[in-house]
C-alpha cells in the first residue's frame, strides 16, 4: 500500500484568501487525484494530477479556483483559492498503487469563516 | 459517465449481527470496485475490493460479492462490532485514468 501525507490537516482561513494543500506519498505513481468531500456528503473528482502535464479538471471544477502543481512523482499540492464559506470541505490527494488499489491521504479539513 | 447508486443511508445493527450495503452502477465498462470505511476525521480506508473477473471476495468478516449481470455489488459483514460503525462508501472505476466514482455512502452503527 502506499502511505499518503497531507499537511495541513485542517485549517480555518479567512473569507478571500487562499491555500495551498501538499500531498506527499512514499513511492513513486504517475497519477495523483484530488477529491472534495463537503460536509456529510460523498467523495467528488476535483483532478487528476499527471507529473509532467497540465491537470484535468472535471466538470464544475476550474484552474482557477484550483491550481494543481505536480513538480515530480511523489509530490502534489492543490490551491483553493479566492476562499469563500462554500469552499468549506474536506480535501483529499488519491494515488492508485501498484497492485491498482486506490489510496487516500487523511484529508486537509478546511473552514472558511 | 458512471453513476453509483448505494443504499441505505443509514443503517443501524444490533452487535453480532450481519450488515449489508448494496450498490449499483451504470457503465458496463467499469472493471473495479472497492469498498472504503471512513471513521470520523480520517481518510477513507480500503477495505476490501473486487474486479469484474471473480463473483465474490472475502476477507476474515469482510466479503464483497459482484453481478456484472445486474450491474450490482454487495459489502457483507458478519458478527458485526461496535469498532465498525463508521461511513461506507462503495466505487466503481470511472474510466482509464484510475479515478473512481462514489457512491453517497452508508453510516452503520453498531449497538453493543
Known amino acids: ?113 | 459517465g458512471e453513476n453509483v447508486e448505494q443504499h441505505p443511508s443509514t443503517l443501524s445493527v444490533q452487535e453480532g449481527d450481519s450488515a449489508v450495503i448494496k450498490c449499483t452502477y451504470s457503465d458496463s465498462a467499469s472493471n473495479y470496485f472497492p469498498w472504503y470505511k471512513q471513521e470520523l476525521g480520517k481518510g477513507p480506508q480500503l477495505i476490501i475490493d473486487i474486479r469484474s473477473n471473480v463473483g465474490e471476495k472475502k476477507d476474515q468478516r469482510i466479503a464483497v460479492t459482484l453481478n456484472k449481470t445486474a450491474k450490482h455489488f454487495s459489502l457483507h459483514i458478519t458478527e458485526t462490532q461496535p469498532e465498525d460503525s463508521a461511513v461506507y462508501f462503495c466505487a466503481a472505476d470511472g474510466g482509464s485514468q484510475g479515478n473512481l466514482i462514489f457512491g453517497k455512502g452508508t453510516k452503520l452503527s453498531v449497538k453493543p
Open chain 1, 1 to 113: 500500500s502506499a502511505v499518503i501525507s497531507q499537511k495541513p490537516s485542517r485549517d480555518i482561513c479567512q473569507r478571500g484568501t487562499s491555500l495551498t494543500i501538499q500531498c506527499q506519498v512514499d513511492s513513486q505513481v504517475t497519477m495523483m487525484f484530488w477529491y472534495r468531500q463537503q460536509p456529510g456528503q460523498s467523495l467528488t473528482l476535483i483532478a487528476t494530477a499527471n507529473q509532467g502535464s497540465e491537470a484535468t479538471y472535471e466538470s464544475g471544477f476550474v484552474i482557477d479556483k484550483f491550481p494543481i502543481s505536480r513538480p515530480n512523482l511523489t509530490f502534489s499540492t492543490l490551491t483553493v483559492s479566492n476562499m469563500s464559506p462554500e469552499d468549506s470541505s474536506i480535501y483529499l490527494c488519491s494515488v492508485i498503487g501498484g497492485t491498482g488499489e486506490a489510496f487516500f491521504g487523511q484529508g486537509t479539513r478546511l473552514t472558511v469563516v
